[in-house]
């Protein structure tokens, strides 16, 4: 298990690839960068920028051990699921990849798109969506979007499509994946999966991914259901758990004080 999430809540890919399209042109200049609305992103449970706040900080430490654990060794995309819908593995998706994108080159893409929300959850308008490209209708540089004063780039969907199986087989996902990997500077891609057992779409999005993060409920997330999700996986790396929603753990371990005493010396 990498790390347990309390419930005190919920570099930008560039060039064009496509079907019978060129291959990415690295050193494309950047996409133009969005300014975040920080009031949406508290209500929506988005704290992975914050410096000082406490619910950031379960994210924080699940940051490191993800860099030491999955990226230093040559780890570059990473897929987040879930057994089931309601577990939190979105929440968890979406605060990993902002924790990450203030240390690191950092790419986010919602890959769950029966049920895409990584867009609304950052405040996001998407004009051009991942399942556009995946569907032929655009480039992919044109579903990106850099966030500013920072070093994430988001890859939103704009719908919900029925024909997500069809999508994700196709060899436009793979070429993405395959280009992202080499780029220079060793990004980080975080992926936002459907849950597993609910559909094949995760297995297909497991086949080009170096490592896959399981979301588990406590109290919900049921034994077997685990199982059978490692059983689909089959030979793609597990790279960790995270518990989410404890029941378990105390509210008392934790030192606020330390915290606060921090912010106030910023401010000051």
Known sequence: MLKDISPDWSGPFTGTIGRGRPRP???KAPLPGVALDHEVLIQNGIWGFEHFDIRAR??????SQLMNRFHQPGGRILAVTSTRPGEGKTYVTANLAAALSRIHPTTLIDLDLRR??????????VEHGVEDFLAGDTDWSSTGQRIASGQLTIHGAR???PDTAEMLASDALREVFASFKALPGAPICIVDTPPILMLDDTNLIARHVDGVLMVIEEGRTRGRDV?????LLGTTPVVGSVLNKSLSI???TVDYAYYDDLKSRRQN
Do not use: C, D, Y
């Open 159 to 161: 719908q919900s499509r």
């Open 116 to 125: 895409p929300s990584i867009a609304t959850r950052f405040g996001l308008t």
């Open 25 to 27: 042109a690295v050193g």
């Open 58 to 63: 379960s994210f924080v430490l699940l940051r």
């Open 227 to 231: 199982e059978e999700a490692l059983r």
């Open 250 to 252: 105390s509210k008392s």
